[in-house]
């Protein structure tokens, strides 16, 4: 009973922290005590592991540093992989790697292959076919996902506190009678079986008063059919929240987020982005997504939301392409503060602010101690005080900075961020001492200085410029130390590893060994690579490939 008490107490200082490091379950152990347990390493989503002791500029290189190997798996990894040390699973103790695919599959992994098979392995039922057929239209899901099924595609939450072992949080889509009829489950599984636990698994369905599109008799109901998760599940004070998008845009869709009592499953909380009509938008209250725009939340667990192409109209509460500060109320969320530029309010372009997911940066000395930094699909920059937001303003935005263009690079040639399309910037930046890393479409790795409210730069760029639809960098470092870069380059799947302080300066990518030693085989959009303890987990279509120092 004392070791459990210590371990719940070691994961709550953890969540008010947006710290990492973990203390262990089961044996003790010296060299692993780091824990991923949601998307891009925090509830601030730094995308910075700083608890890295052994990986570092000098031993990441092609003849220290390689591919040591691969799980297969049933599917596309979307989802960011997870990690906990020193699990009682499998009736021993492992490191695990925690794995999801649109396959609706999870899988537990020995992190360091000391078993190759699954630790456990479950299925949460019939992942939905990508068709054109599909009942809503435009539907066709391969045509994002590249692949056969719509399953799991978000990246799942664990939280420690949770029964004996811990729990894993995941949202499926599923189609369980292979009848055109589909549902979004959340199920919260225990970490060292795999299975269901009490409360679980919970259909995620909810309604809301509005006048909005597809509302009835002033009532606009959650679309099984239209929604789709695309941000990570985030944990925050007791809740769990599954935010919503869509599948390719298809009508009819609105931006949801729903919030479930982490112990009991119970929903606590149901919000629409877009809920209302507007006259600013022909007068069809919809959209508003959270896509890659994933929800964050900072130490007093109040929420912050990125949304996409939508209804704007702040006198009726719709949220369309804006950023959203959100405190949990009795039911819903209440937005107690927003930004929304000028340049995208009534949705007049294809340039959404929800294609780049704005991150919290760690509290700052200085006149704006909290700040949130993101970027929209045209490649601009905004950086923004979480005291005051800017709200809106048809003479021009109010906020810290805007830097127009600062992300991808406009080729009027190419079919991705050109003249017409726009589509310049999809990735989710990171954060580490003191600098913020973003990469565009037809753009290198940038490095900008952050300082006083203000972005700075590039101060460094990748000697490699990646294609669409640019990348998500991660971080890895040992607190200000020894930090370095990885990003996933898209389409020709490298990895790679620059040196955090100087982007010029690339350490390793998979392509230097001779022999394909390396070779990563595939990659898919958007997902970062995790680094913890050691070692890089990379999804792929069809596999987790590990990389580390070799033997």
Not at 267 to 272: K, L, M, Q, S, T
Request: contains cysteine; charged residues 10%.
């Amino acid at each position: 009973m004392g070791n459990r008490i210590t371990f719940v107490l070691l994961a709550m200082l953890v969540a008010l922290a947006f710290n990492q490091a973990v203390a262990p379950r089961g044996a003790a152990s010296t060299d692993q005590t780091t824990s991923v347990l949601t998307y891009q390493y925090n509830n601030l989503r730094s995308g910075a592991n700083i608890n890295e002791t052994t990986l570092n500029p000098s031993n990441v290189n092609v003849s220290t540093f390689g591919k040591l190997h691969s799980f297969p798996v049933d599917s596309l990894v979307y989802g960011q992989p997870l990690y906990v040390p020193n699990l009682q699973i499998a009736g021993g103790v492992h490191n695990v790697v925690f794995v999801i695919t649109e396959n609706n599959s999870v899988y537990a992994f020995d992190a360091d292959y000391k078993v190759s098979t699954p630790l456990w392995h479950t299925r949460v039922g019939t992942p939905v076919p990508c068709s054109a057929s599909q009942p809503v239209p435009g539907s066709n899901c391969n045509l994002v996902y590249l692949t056969s099924v719509d399953g799991i595609t978000s990246t799942p939450v664990i939280d420690l506190t949770q029964g004996t072992h811990g729990a894993i949080y995941v949202e499926a889509r599923t189609d369980p009678k292979n009848a055109g009829k589909y549902f979004h489950i959340l199920h919260k599984f225990d970490l060292s079986i795999g299975k269901d636990m009490s409360g679980s698994p919970v259909g995620i369905r909810g309604s809301v008063r509005g006048t909005g599109r597809d509302n009835i008799n002033g009532i606009v109901t959650f679309n099984q059919n239209a929604e789709n998760d695309r941000g990570a599940l985030l944990l925050a004070n007791g809740i769990v929240y599954v935010p919503f998008a869509s599948i390719n845009d298809a009508p009819i869709f609105h931006g949801w987020i729903f919030g479930y009592d982490a112990t009991t499953m119970k929903r606590r909380y149901v919000f629409n982005t877009t809920p209302n009509n507007s006259t600013n938008h022909g007068g069809d209250g919809e959209q508003g997504g959270i896509w890659n725009g994933t929800i964050t939340a900072d130490a007093n667990n109040v929420l912050f939301s990125t949304t996409g192409n939508g209804t704007w109209d702040n006198t009726v509460a719709d949220w369309g392409n804006s950023y959203l500060k959100l405190n949990p109320g009795t039911s819903t969320l209440e937005v107690a503060d927003f930004f929304t530029p000028e340049a995208l309010a009534f949705d007049t372009h294809d340039t959404d602010l929800g294609t780049s997911a704005a991150i919290l940066l760690p509290d700052q000395t200085g006149t704006y101690p909290h700040v949130m930094v993101g970027g929209d699909k045209n490649g601009t920059v905004y950086v923004v005080s979480r005291d005051n937001m800017g709200n809106y303003h048809s003479s021009g935005d109010q906020i810290l900075q805007e830097l127009p263009g600062a992300v991808g690079v406009h080729v009027p040639t190419a079919g991705d961020c050109n003249n017409t399309h726009n589509d310049c910037n999809y990735g989710t930046p990171a954060y580490w001492n003191g600098n913020v890393y973003f990469s565009g479409v037809n753009d290198n790795v940038k490095a900008f200085a952050f300082a006083n409210g203000q972005l700075s730069g590039p101060m460094s760029k990748s000697p490699s410029t990646y294609g669409y639809p640019g990348a998500t960098p991660a971080v890895s470092a040992n607190g200000t130390t020894n930090g370095i870069v990885w990003v996933i380059q898209p389409v020709i799947s490298i990895l790679h590893a620059y040196d955090a302080t100087n982007l010029a300066n690339e350490l390793y990518n998979t392509t230097q060994a001779s022999g394909g030693r390396d070779s990563l085989g595939s990659n898919t959009k958007f997902a970062p690579p995790t680094v913890v303890n050691g070692k890089v987990y990379v999804g792929t279509k069809n596999a987790v490939v590990v990389y580390g120092l070799l033997q």
